[in-house]
């Protein structure tokens, strides 16, 4: 079983910066994609932002140039620097881990986080 700790979410003014960060932990052998998605009131879940285990990135068109994903291998950690943020950026964000290999199990899962509260207000 894998477990996801996610932190760093919370209330920020209009034009500031969050740090997101995704833990993680279990007999995890390695993880081939790490992400982030989001949801807002009455909208569906929408990819943010996600990182393969060689370092490929791939964002949301509404989020290019502003935020920036990163993961440490070794910690099995994602991260997700949000800067400018916007009012629109408001959502629950959820880490993704994708493609997960466990020790002694040749089959590969998918985890979902439970979510962070990201608000965007002045």
């Known amino acids: 079983q894998v477990q996801l700790v996610e932190s760093g979410g919370g209330l920020v003014q209009p034009g500031g910066s969050l740090r997101l960060s995704c833990a993680a932990s279990g007999s995890i052998f390695g993880i081939y994609a790490m992400g982030w998605y989001r949801q807002a009131p009455g909208k569906q879940r929408e990819l943010v932002a996600a990182?393969?285990?060689?370092?490929?990135?791939n964002y949301a068109d509404s989020v290019k140039g502003r935020f920036t994903i990163s993961r440490d291998n070794a910690k099995n950690t994602v991260y997700l620097q949000m800067n400018s943020l916007k009012p629109e950026d408001t959502a629950v964000y959820y880490c993704n881990v994708d493609g997960v290999i466990i020790y002694g199990d040749p089959a590969t899962y998918d985890y979902w986080g439970q979510g962070t509260q990201v608000t965007v207000s002045s």
């Open positions: 990182i393969t285990s060689g370092g490929n990135t």
